[in-house]
């Protein structure tokens, strides 16, 4: 009982750390495939007296992918309702052309302002318009949360990392005999470190499919992915790639801490 209570006093901590690992990876395709919703979604308004293209506008900045020409007559019905037809026509050709400038990318509004001052020196522009109110509220939201989630991630990598060290040393006190015997000998540190190495190794593969089956289980729920309209596919809640980052993972900590013990016990040894 006492194995089984060690094992999971490593085991935990560990799957803790790979779980806050793959809710970086989520989060991050998530934010990634909104950004991508918001960007699709999301158009720079230029009126200009002059005929703009998408090959001339990305000549005066990168970042702009496309160039819509939106339809005078709609915009004219909406504006000039009530306006004797006769003159409708004179009104059409008095109008500025309008377009929808499309972004290569969803831009921090710092950016956005940059776009907005060279469009406005283009000669015949009349107006630009970025709606960097709404723009930027939902730029902000998105660094807060990451922000935050970082943070929270970083806190709980520490505090797994230290119980995953004190349950090292545990171990470590367990076999501390046979080590210090092993060292007498003038074994290696990574032979007479070997018995925690396969230890630890074996609760690292343990934690790696406990969060595979955890993911499995998330994306099981189909209906409620679903219900998430800006995710186009359940590839965003869990990827085959994420297990290599899982197992990566899983064994650096494992290196860290046995070494981290190893080296400590063997400098208390010297003394």
Not at 13 to 40: C, D, Q, W
Not at 62 to 67: P, T
Not at 249 to 269: D, P, R
């Amino acid at each position: 009982m006492k194995s089984i209570k060690d094992h999971f006093m490593f085991i935990l901590p560990l799957l803790a750390m790979l779980i806050g690992v793959e809710f970086i990876l989520i989060f991050n395709r998530v934010t990634h495939s909104y950004e991508e919703k918001l960007k699709n979604s999301y158009a720079v308004l230029v009126s200009s007296k002059k005929l703009l293209t998408t090959s001339y506008l990305r000549t005066i900045n990168e970042k702009i992918d496309s160039v819509e020409v939106m339809n005078k007559n709609e915009i004219a019905n909406e504006v000039i309702d009530g306006v004797d037809k006769s003159n409708i026509e004179t009104i059409l050709k008095e109008m500025p052309h309008f377009y929808r400038v499309h972004l290569a990318d969803y831009l921090p509004l710092k950016d956005l302002e940059e776009i907005k001052s060279q469009l406005k020196e283009i000669p015949g522009v009349i107006s630009v318009e970025i709606f960097g109110e709404s723009y930027e509220t939902r730029h902000n939201m998105f660094s807060l949360i990451k922000s935050a989630l970082n943070i929270f991630i970083i806190v709980l990598f520490v505090v797994s990392l230290l119980l995953i060290i004190k349950q090292m040393e545990v171990w470590q006190l367990a076999h501390k005999n046979r080590m210090q015997i092993m060292e007498i000998f003038g074994a290696p540190l990574m032979l007479r470190s070997g018995v925690l190495f396969k230890t630890a190794f074996v609760d690292a593969i343990i934690a790696t499919l406990l969060t595979l089956a955890l993911s499995l289980y998330i994306q099981s729920h189909t209906d409620k992915i679903e219900a998430l309209k800006f995710i186009d596919t359940k590839d965003v809640i869990f990827n085959a790639s994420d297990i290599v980052v899982w197992i990566l993972t899983a064994l650096v900590i494992v290196f860290i801490s046995v070494f981290y013990v190893a080296f400590k016990t063997s400098e208390v040894i010297e003394q």
